[in-house]
C-alpha cells in the first residue's frame, strides 16, 4: 500500500512541477478557426483581457474536455440576470481541439459534428487548431496526449495559471482566485 501511496505522491508532484514549468511564461502563437472558419489569433487576438483556453490533442481527452463545457459556460459565459449581474467576470474563453498529423484532415468533419452536437450557445467559443503539436507541446509541456490541458492568459498573453484533467470544484476554485 505504501508504494501505491508514494507513486500517487510523486505523480502529483511532477504534475504540479511541470504546470509550475509553464506558469510565467507567454502563450505560443496560435492560428484558430471558429466553426464558421473566422480565423483567431491567440493570443494576439485576445490581448487586454483575461483568457482562459482549453486544449485537447487526443479523441481520449474529449470526454475530460467535454466535462468543462457547462461549468466554465455557467461560471464565464452565461450572462447572468438580476441582483448579481455586476458579479460576473469578464474573461474570453475557448476551447480548442487541435487536430495534427494525419488527424489535421478531420478537422472540416469534425466543425460539421460540432455544429451538430454542442449547444448554439457554446459554439462561439470553440475554435479549431489544424497543424503541428510539437511546438505546443514542447512549450506548453503537454505531458499525456489523453488529457485536457487548461490555461489562464493575462491581458497580455502571458500564463498564469495551468492546469489539467477532467474538470473539478478544486481547478475552477483557482481558476476563479486567479480571475480576481
Do not use: C, H
Not at 7 to 23: D, K, N, P
Not at 73 to 96: H, P, T
Request: charged residues 25%; proline residues 5%.
Amino acid at each position: 500500500m505504501r508504494p501505491l501511496l508514494l507513486i500517487l505522491m510523486l505523480f502529483s508532484l511532477s504534475a504540479s512541477f511541470v504546470r509550475a514549468q509553464v506558469v510565467g511564461k507567454q502563450f505560443p502563437a496560435m492560428e484558430a478557426e471558429t466553426i464558421e472558419d473566422k480565423k483567431v489569433m491567440l493570443p494576439g487576438d485576445v490581448a487586454g483581457k483575461y483568457t482562459l483556453l482549453g486544449l485537447a490533442y487526443s479523441k481520449k481527452s474529449e470526454n475530460e474536455l467535454n466535462s468543462w463545457f457547462q461549468p466554465v459556460f455557467e461560471k464565464f459565459i452565461q450572462k447572468n440576470k438580476g441582483l448579481f449581474e455586476s458579479f460576473g467576470y469578464d474573461v474570453n474563453v475557448y476551447f480548442v481541439p487541435m487536430f495534427t498529423g494525419v488527424n489535421a484532415a478531420a478537422t472540416g468533419t469534425a466543425k460539421k459534428k460540432a455544429a451538430k452536437n454542442i449547444d448554439p450557445n457554446l459554439l462561439p467559443y470553440i475554435l479549431f487548431y489544424k497543424g503541428e503539436l510539437k511546438p505546443y507541446k514542447d512549450q506548453l509541456d503537454f505531458e499525456k496526449k489523453d488529457i485536457p490541458y487548461f490555461f489562464v492568459l493575462d491581458e497580455s498573453g502571458k500564463i498564469v495559471y495551468a492546469t489539467s484533467g477532467k474538470y473539478s470544484a478544486k481547478k475552477m476554485d483557482e481558476i476563479e482566485s486567479v480571475l480576481e
